[in-house]
C-alpha cells in the first residue's frame, strides 16, 4: 500500500519559516520525481517545488523561487520542503506527490503525478 504522509505544518507568522515533511512507503522511492503542489481556498492545486530521482534537478513556481528548498533522503524515502520568508499568500494545503520517472525526468504538471499525500495545513499569519 502506497502511503505519503505530510508532517510538520503549522501556524507561523510572515516573515517565518517551516520545513513540512514527506513520509513515504510502499513504492520504490528511488525511482520517483517527488513534487510538492498546495491549494489554497478556492483556489487551483498548484505546483510548488520539484525533485528529481537524484536529487540532482530541481524546479521551483516562480512564487516559490528564492524563498522554498526541496530537497530529498532517498535512504529515508523523505522528501522535505524548507519554507523561508512566508507570506501570507502562502497559506494553503500542502500536497506531496510522487511521479514514477526512472529516467530521472521532472514534471510540474499535475497529470504527471500518480501518487498523493492528504495534505498539510500552512497557514502564514500578516
Known amino acids: 500500500q502506497v502511503q505519503l504522509v505530510e508532517s510538520g505544518g503549522g501556524l507561523v507568522q510572515a516573515g517565518g519559516s517551516l520545513r513540512i515533511t514527506c513520509a513515504v512507503s510502499g513504492l520504490a522511492f528511488r525511482g520517483y520525481t517527488m513534487g510538492w503542489f498546495r491549494q489554497a481556498p478556492g483556489k487551483e492545486r498548484e505546483f510548488v517545488a520539484g525533485?528529481?530521482?537524484?536529487?540532482?534537478?530541481?524546479s521551483y513556481a516562480d512564487s516559490a523561487k528564492g524563498r522554498f528548498t526541496i530537497s530529498r533522503d532517498n535512504a529515508k524515502s523523505t522528501v522535505y520542503l524548507q519554507m523561508n520568508s512566508l507570506k501570507p499568500e502562502d497559506t494553503a494545503v500542502y500536497y506531496c506527490?510522487?511521479?514514477?520517472?526512472?529516467?530521472?525526468?521532472?514534471?510540474?504538471?499535475?497529470?504527471?503525478?500518480?501518487?498523493w499525500g492528504q495534505g498539510t495545513q500552512v497557514t502564514v499569519s500578516s
Open positions: 525533485i528529481n530521482m537524484s536529487g540532482g534537478r530541481t
Open positions: 506527490a510522487a511521479d514514477y520517472s526512472p529516467t530521472g525526468g521532472l514534471c510540474s504538471a499535475y497529470g504527471c503525478y500518480d501518487h
